[in-house]
């Protein structure tokens, strides 16, 4: 079974600088690679996906996030952050078995931005 | 508007009652499914069901019920052999797996007092 890390549990910045949200995965022999935002009492919201091609893919929000097979992660960078990005970030991953497919997420990064 | 209803959005049980949280989509979606959400511990799998009258156990099954009647409903059932039941509920469907995006409702909160 498939299984996600996420390193950081929780992650403060400033306004305006760079972050990167880290996440691991158990390796496969193919995966398709999700990160899902989540605002305070809300549901989740896809920010990106990798299915397959260009190992680096944008999302919603100036977000991308680079897929790296050799070291089985897909970390999660946005160049500078803004006041409204503070929520928490789900990395997850789809697992495949018996012919039902299911993601599993990670516990999740909290992203605080401070003025 | 498309998308899933959940409700209610707020709900308290008191100790030893059965619940059920209401889960609707009108996105024509194959597959549902319902994780649940504790402080710290990211979303974990309850029940999940990839066509009408089928479904199959999550993670997390024990002490929670399911049906799948109808393809656009897929209520969720916290019976009282649930230990620690307090938690927020998601509920969540996709048109097919295979890498399709996963949409999700608003959730559920769930209040044993």
């Known amino acids: 079974a498939q299984s996600v890390t996420q390193l950081d549990s929780q992650v403060p910045v400033f306004e305006e600088a760079p972050v990167e949200l880290r996440c691991n995965y158990s390796s496969s022999v193919s995966v398709y690679l999700f990160w899902y935002v989540q605002y305070p009492n809300q549901g989740l919201q896809l920010l990106l996906k990798?299915?397959?091609?260009?190992?680096l893919v944008k999302g919603i929000n100036g977000f991308e996030a680079e897929f790296n097979k050799s070291q089985t992660s897909f970390h999660l960078r946005k160049p500078s952050v803004h006041i409204s990005d503070t929520a928490e970030y789900f990395c997850?991953?789809?697992?495949?078995?018996?012919?039902?497919?299911?993601?599993?997420f990670g516990k999740g990064t909290k992203l605080t931005v401070n003025p | 508007d498309g998308g899933i209803t959940q409700s209610p959005k707020y709900l308290f049980r008191k100790e030893g009652q059965n619940v059920t949280l209401s889960c609707e989509q009108n996105l024509n979606h194959d597959a549902m499914y319902w994780y649940r959400q504790d402080p710290g511990q990211g979303l974990r799998l309850i029940y999940y069901?990839?066509?009408?009258?089928?479904?199959q156990k999550g993670d997390i099954a024990e002490g929670y019920s399911v049906s799948r009647e109808k393809k656009e409903s897929f209520p969720l059932t916290v019976t009282s052999a649930q230990k620690n039941p307090t938690a927020f509920y998601l509920c969540a469907s996709t048109s097919s797996p295979s890498g399709n995006t996963i949409y999700f409702g608003e959730g559920s909160w769930l209040t044993v007092v």
């Open positions: 997850a991953v789809s697992d495949i078995q018996g012919g039902s497919e299911k993601l599993v």
């Open positions: 990798y299915l397959s091609g260009s190992t």
């Open positions: 069901s990839q066509i009408v009258n089928d479904f």
